[in-house]
Nanobody
């Protein structure tokens, strides 16, 4: 089974940037579809971005389109999320997740389809 560890969170001013990383171990990383989710205080965990097993296809929630970019490095067993033009409403704990769906499935956007989760990393954006 894959283990996931996020890093890169922190405090940034509105308009700033952060790059989140997710290091995977203990599984065949290249076979997993991956995703980023976030959970703000008092809210449900929501989909942010997802990428297919090879890294060739990705999708984004509307509220991050044009600002965030996801990438997957199967050689280094890492998933990244580049976040630009951050806004206070982006403040949340960000989670990396892995899904063992069949490769033909593509990008996974449904939270319940992800079976492996990291511990999360806090992102705080000040106004």
């Amino acid at each position: 089974q894959v283990q996931l560890v996020e890093s890169g969170g922190g405090v940034v001013q509105a308009g700033g940037s952060l790059r989140l990383s997710c290091a995977a171990s203990g599984g065949t990383f290249s076979t997993y579809a991956m995703g980023w989710f976030r959970q703000a205080t008092g809210k449900e965990r929501e989909f942010v971005s997802g990428i297919n097993w090879s890294g060739s296809h990705s999708t984004y929630a509307e509220f991050v389109k044009g600002r965030f970019s996801i990438s997957k490095n199967n050689d280094a067993n890492t998933l990244s999320l580049q976040m630009n033009n951050l806004q206070p409403e982006d403040t949340a704990v960000y989670y990396c997740a892995a899904s063992s769906v069949d490769p033909w499935y593509g990008v996974v956007t449904v939270r319940e389809s992800y079976g492996f989760w990291g511990q999360g990393t806090q992102v705080t954006v000040s106004s």
